[in-house]
T-cell receptor, first 112, second 114 residues
């Protein structure tokens, strides 16, 4: 069983729609949850982080965390073609310092 | 504020050689972590350094090593290179607090082993 699981996609959404990306994790001791965006040939860019159960909004992005279900999600509202990228979910358990455990990533394609 | 920098950006080596990669963290950041990214295995944690000490290590052979200097800059070394070491090597820095720490990645070093 992988520690962090994501649907590899590709997830295709039309421009202006809401893209919903999901992630589950196995380590119940995880306390920190991150979403990174990675364009082809580039390094990962941190776009959202969430530490408490519930929703966290930042512009067009909303991260949702449910620790009981070990589930993290990222919603992208009003999706734009420039949002087309691979989205990586990462989790961290402070018991292991700053080690991030990544999912394989979900490819998002926003069609204009 | 300058971001994380990594040098060199690209590197071509042959099997059996060794390589040293360098990472300069964001100013004020004292934790540096290294990751390997390959198409087959994704992003995998190599090790983390904080205050010149290795704080955690991933599941990689001893050929992979690293160190951190007093100015928080870090280097990683791979000895006796194998074809499977071809990957994007990423370094990430964070400003450790008592709790959660967001990590910011550098542009990476693309290593090709022939």
């Amino acid at each position: 069983q992988k520690e962090v699981e994501q649907n590899s996609g590709p997830l295709s959404v039309p421009e202006g729609a809401i893209a919903s990306l999901n992630c589950t994790y196995s380590d119940r001791g995880s306390q920190s949850f991150f979403w990174y965006r990675q364009y082809s040939g580039k390094s990962p860019e941190l776009i959202m982080f969430i530490y408490s159960n519930g929703d966290k909004e930042d512009g067009r992005f909303t991260a949702q965390l449910n620790k009981a279900s070990q589930y993290v999600s990222l919603l992208i509202r009003d999706s734009q073609p420039s949002d087309s990228a691979t989205y990586l979910c990462a989790v961290s358990n402070m018991e292991y310092g700053n080690k991030l455990v990544f999912g394989a990533g979900t490819i998002l394609r926003v069609k204009s | 504020k300058a971001g994380v920098t990594q040098t060199p950006r690209y590197l071509i080596k042959t099997r059996g050689q060794q390589v040293t990669l360098s990472c300069s963290p964001i100013s004020g950041h004292r934790s540096v972590s290294w990751y390997q990214q390959t198409p087959g295995q994704g992003l995998q944690f190599l090790f983390e350094y904080f205050s010149e000490t290795q704080r955690n290590k991933g599941n990689f052979p001893g050929r992979f090593s690293g160190r951190q200097f007093s100015n928080s800059r870090s280097e990683m070394n791979v000895s006796t290179l194998e074809l499977g070491d071809s990957a994007l090597y990423l370094c990430a820095s964070s400003r450790p607090t008592s709790g959660h720490n967001e990590q910011f990645f550098g542009p990476g070093t693309r290593l090709t082993v022939l």
